[in-house]
C-alpha cells in the first residue's frame, strides 16, 4: 500500500467536495464553495492510497499565533489505517514551519484529537473574529455543540 501525503491544486477541487460531500451535509464540517476552495488552496493536504484520494484537511491561519484544523475527512473505505491521525500531523508540522503558536480545531471527535495531543479549552477562548466568520455559517449555530481544543506548537 502507498500513501502519498501532498498539496493539491485547483483540479482537485471537484474530488475534494464529493468526498466531503456527506459530512456537510449531516453538519459535521463547513460547507466550502468551489471559489472558497480555490482561495485558499494552499491551506489543503490530500492523502492518497494507492493512487486514489482517501482524506485530506486544511491548516487555516488565524494570526500570527493561530490556526486551525479544518475539513479533515478520510473516506469510509480508508477508514482504521490513522490517516486522519497522520494528516492532523502534518497540520502540525505545518504550523511549526511558520512559526505558529497553536492549533485549533472545533470537533465532535474529542478522543481522536487527544490521541493527537491535542487539550480541550473553553470556546470563549477562541478569537472572536473565528465565531463571526465561520460559526455563523453552521447549521447547528448559535448552539455549538462542538468541543474546542488546541494543540501548543
Same mark, same amino acid.
Given at each position: 500500500?502507498?500513501?502519498?501525503?501532498?498539496?493539491?491544486d485547483v483540479t482537485s477541487i471537484?474530488?475534494?467536495q464529493e468526498l466531503v460531500?456527506?459530512?456537510?451535509?449531516?453538519?459535521?464540517?463547513l460547507l466550502r464553495t468551489?471559489?472558497?476552495?480555490?482561495?485558499?488552496?494552499?491551506s489543503y493536504t490530500i492523502v492518497e492510497v494507492d493512487g486514489v484520494? #482517501? =482524506? *485530506?484537511?486544511?491548516?487555516?491561519?488565524?494570526?500570527?499565533?493561530?490556526?486551525?484544523?479544518?475539513?479533515?475527512?478520510?473516506?469510509? &473505505?480508508?477508514?482504521?489505517?490513522?490517516?486522519?491521525l497522520r494528516l492532523v500531523e502534518e497540520c502540525i508540522k505545518e504550523g511549526r514551519v511558520y512559526?505558529?503558536?497553536q492549533v485549533l480545531s472545533l470537533t465532535y471527535a474529542q478522543?481522536?484529537?487527544?490521541? #493527537? =495531543? *491535542?487539550?480541550?479549552i473553553e470556546k470563549e477562548a477562541i478569537p472572536e473574529h473565528k465565531i463571526w466568520a465561520d460559526c455563523i455559517r453552521? &447549521?447547528?449555530?448559535?448552539?455549538?455543540?462542538?468541543?474546542?481544543?488546541?494543540f501548543d506548537l
Open positions: 500500500m502507498e500513501v502519498k501525503f501532498y498539496k493539491p471537484a474530488s475534494m460531500k456527506a459530512e456537510v451535509e449531516n453538519g459535521n464540517i468551489e471559489d472558497e476552495m480555490a482561495n485558499t488552496i494552499r484520494m #482517501a =482524506g *485530506f484537511t486544511a491548516l487555516h491561519i488565524h494570526s500570527a499565533r493561530l490556526a486551525e484544523v479544518r475539513s479533515l475527512v478520510v473516506s469510509k &473505505k480508508f477508514r482504521g489505517l490513522d490517516l486522519g512559526k505558529l503558536e478522543s481522536f484529537f487527544e490521541k #493527537a =495531543g *491535542f487539550r480541550v453552521c &447549521k447547528h449555530f448559535p448552539v455549538c455543540d462542538e468541543i474546542a481544543m488546541v
